[in-house]
Nanobody, 126 residues
Framework: QVQLVESGGGLVQAGASLRLSCAVSGLTFSAYAMGWFRQAPGKEREFVAA????????DYADSVQGRFTISRDNAKNMVYLFMNSLQPEDTAVYYC???????????????????WGQGTQVTVSS
């Protein structure tokens, strides 16, 4: 059974940084592209970032490009999201997502169906 467990969320002021972590089990982690989504109150869940199986290719939503960095540690089955210069509009529940079928690239990841973690709340105050 695939499990994704996010951590690292919290309440911060605008301009601060946070690092989200996602521990993944139940699949061959190094064989799957991975990513993060977020859902703000009253809004649909949206794509944030994706990373290819070896980390050589990343993809970001325009709204976080240049501020967020996704990375992975295949030895630890972990994926991370480093978030800098946080703004109130970044407030959301952040979800780690594994594709339902094995995909290796960020291009294919964006077109996948997903398995989700429980999410971690990030709140940015102005």
């Amino acid at each position: 059974q695939v499990q994704l467990v996010e951590s690292g969320g919290g309440l911060v002021q605008a301009g601060a940084s946070l690092r989200l972590s996602c521990a993944v089990s139940g699949l061959t982690f190094s064989a799957y592209a991975m990513g993060w989504f977020r859902q703000a109150p009253g809004k649909e869940r949206e794509f944030v970032a994706a990373i290819s199986i070896r980390g050589g290719d990343t993809d970001y939503a325009d709204s976080v490009q240049g501020r967020f960095t996704i990375s992975r540690d295949n030895a630890k089955n972990m994926v991370y999201l480093f978030m800098n210069s946080l703004q109130p509009e970044d407030t959301a529940v952040y979800y780690c997502a594994a594709p339902s079928a094995r995909v290796v690239s960020t291009h294919d990841y964006r077109r996948s169906k997903y398995r989700w973690g429980q999410g971690t709340q990030v709140t940015v105050s102005s």
